[in-house]
Nanobody, 113 residues
Framework: QVQLVESGGGLVQPGGSLRLSCAVS????????LGWYRQAPGKQRELVAR???????IYADSVKGRFTISRDNAKNTVYLQMNSLKPEDTAVYYC???????WGQGTQVTVSS
């Protein structure tokens, strides 16, 4: 059974930083494309960043230059380093194994002074 467990969310002031982690159980991690998504109140869930098994990354335009996605195959963990946070980054953040339907439970990120 595959499980994804996010951590690292919280309340941060504008301009601050947070690092999200997503620990993935199971043996498929190193071969999988992994994504971070977010959903703000009243909005659709949107892709934030994606990392392929070979390490190639893509980002939403709104986070380019501020967020970095990375993975540690030895720890079965994917990370999202978020810098220069803005109030509009406030959302529940989810990790996802692309193409599988496996989602984490989400972690709340709130950017507010």
């Amino acid at each position: 059974q595959v499980q994804l467990v996010e951590s690292g969310g919280g309340l941060v002031q504008p301009g601050g930083s947070l690092r999200l982690s997503c620990a993935v159980s199971g043996s498929m991690f190193r071969y999988s494309t992994l994504g971070w998504y977010r959903q703000a109140p009243g909005k659709q869930r949107e892709l934030v960043a994606r990392i392929f098994s070979g390490g190639t990354t893509i980002y939403a335009d709104s986070v380019k230059g501020r967020f970095t996605i990375s993975r540690d195959n030895a720890k079965n963990t994917v990370y999202l380093q978020m810098n220069s946070l803005k109030p509009e980054d406030t959302a529940v953040y989810y990790c996802y194994i692309e193409g599988t339907g496996y989602w984490g439970q989400g972690t709340q990120v709130t950017v507010s002074s």
